[in-house]
């Protein structure tokens, strides 16, 4: 029954970190630069930084240039993840299949490191110190000891589930919310539990079964693009929807030109999932590097290792704008992207978003059953 008033705010979550729509900008690693996060706060999103692979000293310095570009809330995500110290073997298995990739691009032949991953605890003490508003988490979740300090120092803690399991085990970590990862979704994977088994939950299916099973927000990610999208994750019980694939196009965005070109020229099956490129299974456009490290998998080594000893190649590949050798990640919605105005800015994306999440939800409501 319409009373005639209007809310302010769709959702609770909206509310609580005054959003003029219900929207998440994703945290992408390698993607997500500073003045991203600052143009999606300032227009009325919550804009998130990728810090899984930061020092604490870098991060200390991107949360700065957010906190000086914006007064708005954002958040910072990090991954779960313990220290990896493989053996001699595993990384001279991973490096003969890497090396005759990194000679195409005029690289010497790779070696082993002296850490493959910055370490956790301390990128977690610097965020509780940095007292950031919004930390969210991926590949693992946290004790509820680590919970409780987040939360004094004053954040909002989101896990990352890709079934009901994970989402539960966030739940009773002491969560404040759990973002729903749909098997959609482009880049890595959030499982934790099962992840052997790569539980591939799409996000139709994902987001209402937590909604159910929790009783805490939801935020629903996974192949969500435009207004319509939102609407549904909002009809669904999620109280935001996250969107990841549809910032990479944005002038703020990191990406190489080349990566930018093959998401406009996508098709809804031009992705994959794959562990070869990093040792965890991720959503992103097929080509030569995905092709080639596929063809042995007897030599990918584990998450971190294997995204380690990939990095140095990939990032000569971005330099060189060369697509054949970047981890292309990319949610299935991609060609979605076809209606947006090429190079656009951050600011001028959420414009439209709120636009069409207004229109939809206003059909949505208008329909009217007749017996």
Sequence with gaps: MNTGTTRRYPTPFAERFDLRLPLVQAPMLGATTTGLVIAASNAGALGSLGAGGLTPEKLTEQVAEIRAGTSRAFGVNL????????????????????????????????????RY????????????????????????????????????????????????????????????????QGAEAGGHRGTFIDAEKNPLVGTMALVPQLVDA????????GGIMDGRGIAAALALGAQAAQLGTAFLPCME???????????????????????????????????????????????????????????ELRQAAARADRGDYLSLWSGQGAPLLRGRRAGCGTAELIDALDAEWRAASKAVSGFVTVE
Excluded at 84 to 111: F, S
Excluded at 214 to 221: D, F, H, R
Excluded at 284 to 303: D, K, Q, S, V, W
């Design 214 to 221: 929790l009783g805490i927000p939801v935020l629903a990610a």
């Design 79 to 114: 991954f779960v993840q313990d220290p990896a110290a493989p053996d001699d073997a595993t990384v001279r298995r991973a490096l003969e299949a890497i090396d005759p990739l990194r000679a195409e691009l005029g690289l010497p032949p790779g070696r082993a490191l002296d």
């Design 117 to 180: 991953a910055p370490a956790f605890h301390a990128q977690l003490d610097r965020i509780i110190e940095l007292k950031v508003p919004v930390v969210s988490f991926t590949f693992g979740v946290l004790g509820a000891a680590d919970v409780a300090r987040l939360k004094a120092a004053g954040a909002y803690v989101i896990g990352t589930a890709t079934h009901v399991a994970e989402g539960i085990a966030w739940r009773d970590a002491g969560a404040d919310a759990v973002c729903a």
């Design 253 to 311: 965005s990191s990406i190489a030109q080349d990566w930018r070109k093959r998401l406009a020229a996508s098709s809804d099956t031009s992705t994959s999932v794959t562990r070869a490129i990093t040792g965890r299974y991720a959503r992103g456009i097929r080509n030569t590097l995905m092709n080639r490290l596929e063809g042995e998998p007897e030599r990918i080594a584990p998450y971190p290792v294997q995204n380690a000893l990939t990095q």
